[in-house]
DNA sequence: CATGAATGAGCCTTCATTCAT
DNA sequence: TATGAATGAAGGCTCATTCAT
């Protein structure tokens, strides 16, 4: 029995080996600079172990991709916890974007694997699910602080717009400002320097445009977002120390 | 003369032919998926004749990538010429996008390709320059109108916003629902089942919230929108003959 | 433990399959006739396989010259202990360099791709030292002679001269010859009928010529030489059987 | 006739043109690094052009063989005619050699690819005449001063030894000390620091080891090679500006 | 005679995956 | 379960040569 635990513990600690050394590989040589000679060599383990714990490369794609989608929802999670009205507990998660963006960005990077049709495909239903799993809980989690918003009456949807919806909008411009901002050449050159700042000003025009109470000037909307990124980072460590 | 223009139209006729060939292999099957030999043999040419069109594969992909961007380009510049107002012309250009997204899905695939660092590496400075070119013509047009209605007092920007910044609020929320919507495996399942119809009227939130003269309700921007779309499906086919 | 050696020997003896198959090819139709699709090919083993043993094409070249460069430096080692002056043994390596040249044509071919740069530069560092030890070796087997020469106050050097500068020019003379008479189109056009025979007596003037005693005539050095190419065969084969 | 004349003269200065473009990427990056394309490119000529004036690869590679052997023969010439005995006109052509590979180094790399198999059997019968005639012309001039010495009992033959075959050895140890110095990766590693003058002492040795009078010490030897080294230049200049 | 696009066999190399040990 | 050699299809790319204009 004994036994049998501790082969299960080396076999999964196997398994988190040939993650570590397969992410920074994808993350800085892309999905043909990974290669299952490069990582069986640099573990110190044969090519047909790590068959052996995943059946093909895509999945070991994906496996990273859902640790990076674990974080962010960790910290969506963490970040769903701060503040008292809604709309501070909104904003929080907007501060958890912005937060995983400049702090995760490899992570970001990896998340966007999923996207990939090719690999998505080859992939098993089992990891699917998990990652279909995470990304209904993070828009739960969003979309719940919206419906709070509504039962507190502090805010009301327009008509034709569902909660889910809603949280689409949000969704929408951080991540296409996350992507723009990796992959545009040259953001500068088009007299775009401040992205994220400019994003901050747009979620609050948002939020105030849906009228989402207490409305608030730009001012003090940053204010409170530079407050919110402080409280984050603290939680940030703590779940990084967890894993 | 006309003998020399007779090969160089059939030479450009190659050139496109290659093209056309390998446009559909590049939407439905990727990068990967796109090959030389598969290119060559499909078309009754040999694969040396490819390089005599294109020095190598990248070129391919980015000179579809152009075609889809200045597609883009064209409906722009024509949506920009539509209505009054500064106002309704920036919903043109949100229609435009609109448009594109729903009418051009393939176009709007192939663009994405400009983004990958590989394919951009190995591409010649002339194609890059021609897509600098392309993005910033664009950025100009939806620019140019925030100019206007800053210069006509139908909007004042908020502190430490620059026009450009605006607009790549407005890029960023098309932009992330229109790849969201591409690639989210399950979005209805999510409870998002109207995606496009959750940014118009983000959108139409942004402008009003910015104070953008005239505001609009809802309704209204939903019927300005609907009317501007229709105006841009002529628009469309005329650039389409011209090609 | 047997397990394993014996699938070691198996692997080595694949690696001497590749040569065997690659050398016939070299020789006759140089490099750029030699592939790796020949070799893959014409042995029954997949191209990939290839891959397996020799990083490269270039890497098989020097595998089959550091061969030929091995096979005579036993040779010199073995010629070198035949004979009691020094000068006999000097001679004794002589007789080595010309039945090497006779019986050992293919090799005295294969050991020129060495002097390739383009090959040499994609060589692993390993094989480079592997021929720079087997030249070093020749190198010091015959400047030994020389030095057991000086002590023995059978020869005295001239003045701007080292005993490897000796060697340099005796191992000239004989490279040379072997080269011309290797490629040159038509040495016998040119009235040179026995270049052997005639590199002979340039080595024995030129050993006279530096007054190495025991001085010579034509004739004694002749039959001196006779013996030892006798002596010499039957060493060869027993370095031949030992491969 | 004058219309076609000139046709001709434009001809070959067409023809020229194409060795001065090849001759170059001949020398620094060989045959394989030597292109159609890229001489045709580099002319302002088109690929097909070159075809008119070369039948393949190969004959460019040798006409510029043919060059440097032309080269070598012409400073032969000249050399030939230096000095009074005949024994100074013999050292006098030790000297050409010596000059051309220091100062021809290029010409010295382009005369090897005559021995090229591949590139030989490729080439048309009436270039491989001219390298023939190059070839003979040369040995000729220096059988020819043996003979001379011979007539003037300079010199005596030993038995079984010819005019030619005498060349033959002190053409053997230049090109071999040559081809080594060239190609050798590590010369001084081996203890060779100065292989040129070590040729020269051999080569003194051996003109004094056939008792080719006048005898000299290896301090005259050098200073007379010195002095000859010196009329050399001029005669090599002039016939650079004949060509 | 010049042109240069088309040719197409051929090259070296990669790599995910399998399977006998 | 670990191993790692073998696989072999596929890939991108080159280039000497031809030939219709």
Redesign the pocket.
């Known amino acids: 029995m004994v036994e049998l635990s501790r ?1 299960q513990r ?2 999964e600690q ?1 398994t988190n080996e040939i993650l570590r050394v397969a992410r920074p590989i994808l993350i800085s040589e892309g999905f ?7 990582v ?1 060599s640099q573990m ?6 790590i ?3 995943f ?4 999945e070991i794609v994906l496996a990273l991709a859902v640790e990076s989608m674990e974080l962010r929802r960790k910290l969506f999670e963490r970040a769903s916890g701060i503040g008292g009205t809604a709309r501070i507990r909104m904003m929080g998660l907007g501060a958890a974007c912005e937060f995983f963006t400049h702090h995760c960005t490899d992570d970001f990077v990896l998340e966007q694997w999923v996207r990939n049709q090719g690999i998505w495909d ?1 992939s098993t239903e089992q990891r699917q699910n998990l990652i279909r799993q995470c990304e209904g809980r993070c828009m739960e989690l969003v979309s719940g602080i919206v419906r709070d918003a509504l039962m507190e009456h502090a805010l009301e949807l327009p008509d034709g717009l569902t909660a889910e919806e809603l949280v689409f909008g949000f969704w929408a411009i951080n991540y296409g400002s996350q992507i723009l901002t990796h992959t545009s050449p040259s953001l500068p050159a088009l007299g775009i320097n401040n992205p994220a700042n400019a994003i901050r000003i747009h979620c609050c025009t948002l939020l105030n445009g849906f009228r989402w109470q207490p409305l608030m000037d730009y001012a003090t909307y940053s204010n409170e977002m530079a407050v919110l990124m402080e409280t984050l980072t603290p939680m940030f460590w703590s779940i990084k120390n967890e894993q």
């Open positions: 082969k080396e076999l196997r043909q600079g990974l290669s299952m000679d490069r069986a110190e383990y044969a090519k047909g172990t068959y052996n714990h059946p093909n490369k895509e080859k």
